[in-house]
């Protein structure tokens, strides 16, 4: 007898078929219809519309301006406003300045002054939290008027208390919050916190109340944005604020320093570097002052600065989650955004910049541009992003004039070719630019610059084990049997 299977064969396929069964009455008709009703149904493929994603996608937008201030600290008339764009309330802030001292060998050698540190952390503060328009309808006689100035007399202690008042939960931003995931951990830290938005200077510090006193300005009650960080290494300062409802977001806050300047490690030049994350999405932003130069070849020690920050910058190991490991490089992290006095220049003669730049021709002038021809060489910021520049030269102007110094100064000694100096670059998926500009402040020779960013930020999703619109995993039971394909045999027939 010709066979297609074996006996024993057959006896396992008929168990799986179902072809052994008894005789086919209504009852097993219609219970063999619903079964394959159910079966039909389900599709291996319609798993991932039916589970949610383990993460959802936050949008945030992040201003990020750098300044180098010549040396200068804030006086009266300098409008804030103007140059953080608080009208557009941007949720994080990421200032960073260059030379907030003069860069002398006692600031350079000597104690740190913090006093103009301070300054800036309450100018910052009075532009940020208090709104906009009160300020631009307020007389300047007004204590919330943009235009103030600061008295003459200053106290150190009572500059340092302001900057610690300002910081939002410094050491809770520092730990690691990866632990925070269930119920408990999650009351315990909304206790810890307290109240976002109240104000720092509720308990009535007098140094305080005359520090504000004395410099006319008047802080509000409740902050819309707390000071995440801030840091100052002899001229270079930087300092993050964030809205108050991501501040309890925050964490694995770490700061690394390094020197460029003087012997290659003082900190006349160098940078800072601030490492945090926001929900499961890290940070880094890195404020840096690089080697000054227009000569031919200072653009080599320059592209050095940055190849020993990249190398040389380690942050400290705070996560305590095994799952999760937190970056210890600058390159490491998912966004990074580089800003600063770069000091690249314009590699052309002072008389060729100037007859383009009569001319408005900026784009003869970028193809000029040492930054620009170093990373397309791949010399230097390989693999790092720029926004195109539309605006002109930041550096250098003479003192409160729109002039570069080469228009009102004689000497071939002291004037300086026009340049891009400052810039602000970054690295990393889900960024993207919505402007890059350059204020107009005459307060130093250089011009602010600044840029705002559309950034993505990866949250945990709480219904991630949930099934969508109601679907469980304790659904109907299906026989066994129906799961099996249907086999057909010759030896049946």
Known sequence: MNECCRPDEKVLMTKATGSSSPPSTPENSVKER??????????????????????????????????????????????????????????????GFQEIVPLSAGNVLGSEDNEPAAKWLALISHALNNPYHDSMHSSDSSPNSKHFKFNNTFHKQSLKTLSKKLRAYNHLLKDCNCSWDNPMSNKRKERKY????????????????????????????????????????????????????LVKDIGHLRISCMGRGIMGCLGNKGCISISMTLHQTS????????????????????????????????????????????????INHDRTIWLGDLNYRVALSYEETRFLLEDNDWDSLLEKDQLN?????????????????????????????????????????????????????????????????????????????????????EQKNKNASKFRNGFTCAGTRMEYEVCFPQMHCYYEL
């Open 34 to 95: 619903h079964s394959s009703a159910r079966i039909e149904g389900l599709s291996l493929s319609n798993f991932d519309q039916l589970m949610s994603p383990a993460m959802k996608i936050q949008d945030i937008r992040v201003f990020v301006a750098t300044w180098n201030v010549g040396g200068k600290s804030p006086s009266h008339g300098l409008n804030l406003e103007d140059f953080l764009q608080v009208e557009g309330s941007s949720d994080i802030y990421v200032l």
């Open 373 to 457: 021809m170093e990373r397309e060489s791949g010399r230097v910021f390989s693999g790092w992003n720029e926004g195109r520049i539309f605006f002109a030269p930041t550096y250098k102007y003479s003192d409160n004039s729109d002039s570069y110094t080469g228009e009102t100064v004689k000497s071939k000694k002291k004037r300086r070719t026009p340049a891009w100096c400052d810039r602000i670059l970054w690295r990393g998926h889900g960024i993207e630019q919505l402007s890059y500009i350059r204020g107009e402040s005459r307060f130093s020779d250089h011009r602010p610059v600044s840029a705002v960013f559309a950034v993505k930020v």
């Open 283 to 330: 940070f880094c932003f890195v404020c840096s002052h690089l080697a000054s130069g227009e000569k031919e070849g200072d653009e080599l020690r320059r592209n050095t600065d940055v190849a020993e920050i990249l190398k040389g910058t380690q942050f400290a190991r705070i996560c305590k989650s095994p799952s999760r490991g937190m970056p210890e490089r600058i």
């Open 194 to 245: 307290g109240d976002p938005c109240a104000s720092p200077f509720s308990d009535g510090d007098p140094s305080i109340d005359e520090f504000l006193s004395t410099t006319g300005i008047s802080l509000p009650k409740r902050l819309n944005y707390r000071l995440i960080a801030s840091k100052q290494m002899v001229g270079i300062f930087v300092s993050i604020w964030a809205q108050r409802d």
